[in-house]
């Protein structure tokens, strides 16, 4: 099973999604009986990339965030025991 194929959510796997969709559309029968697995694979294996990719990203993300509520904490503290 594999998330909704549309392009503008992947775009680093916009090319093979359209290779897969594409084999989908060519093999209708076939496709139940391996065709487009080698496609499927590469498309496993690009979503994976992609989610490593995002999280890294949003791991990022999070720890400057941590690092400006705990500036912001710091500075509240400071200025209530004035």
Same mark, same amino acid.
């Given at each position: 099973?594999?998330?909704?194929?549309?392009? @503008?959510?992947?775009?680093?796997?916009?090319? &093979? &999604?359209?290779?897969?969709?594409?084999? @989908? #559309?060519? @093999?209708? &029968?076939?496709?139940?009986?391996?065709?487009?697995?080698?496609?499927? &694979?590469?498309?496993?294996?690009?979503?994976? /990339?992609?989610?490593?990719?995002?999280?890294?990203?949003?791991?990022?993300?999070?720890?400057?965030?941590?690092?400006?509520?705990? #500036?912001?904490?710091?500075?509240? /503290? /400071?200025?209530?025991?004035?």
């Amino acid at each position: 099973m594999h998330p909704p194929l549309t392009l @503008h959510k992947h775009p680093m796997c916009a090319e &093979i &999604i359209e290779e897969f969709q594409k084999c @989908h #559309v060519e @093999h209708p &029968i076939a496709k139940f009986f391996g065709e487009c697995t080698e496609l499927k &694979i590469k498309l496993d294996r690009c979503f994976r /990339a992609e989610k490593a990719v995002k999280r890294k990203a949003n791991f990022e993300k999070s720890k400057e965030l941590k690092e400006q509520l705990r #500036v912001l904490r710091k500075e509240n /503290a /400071a200025s209530n025991s004035q």
